[in-house]
């Protein structure tokens, strides 16, 4: 599965998912800086999932009609990046088939998954 990690993303998160085998860009080596709807050509250019902590996509993605890849915002506040790591890369894996084409939010709760239409 590819991703593309936002520049808001904990750099371990970035790890994991490329040590569990997961192709993984990173805004942050590629193009720091570019807002949010660049970041959103980007992934839907290289067919990427965006990986990200800003709010910020949901509403490109529905208030906008943008279309996407697909989304996992990410929602762990409080908790260490090598802990946001390991809840990212177990739900990731766990959830890897269903994450194309959804807007997923990843909490330390709960993991939704919505079909974008």
């Not at 993303?9 to 709807?37: A, C, F, N, S």
């Not at 996509?57 to 946001?84: H, Q």
Request: aromatic residues 6%; glycine residues 8%.
């Amino acid at each position: 599965m590819k991703f593309l990690g936002d520049e808001n993303l904990d750099w371990q998160i970035v790890e994991r998912l490329r040590l569990d085998g997961h192709e993984t860009l990173y805004v942050v080596e590629m193009e720091p800086g570019i807002p949010d709807d660049e970041v959103l050509n980007l992934a839907n250019n290289e067919g990427a999932i965006i990986l990200t902590s800003d709010k910020d996509f949901g509403e490109l993605v529905f208030r906008l009609c943008r279309i996407a890849t697909g989304v996992v915002l990410i929602r762990l506040f409080g908790l260490s990046a090598n802990d946001k790591a390991e809840i990212v890369g177990n739900a990731i894996n766990q959830h890897a088939d269903e994450l194309l084409g959804a807007f997923t939010v990843i909490s330390s709760k709960s993991i939704r998954i919505r079909k974008m239409t």
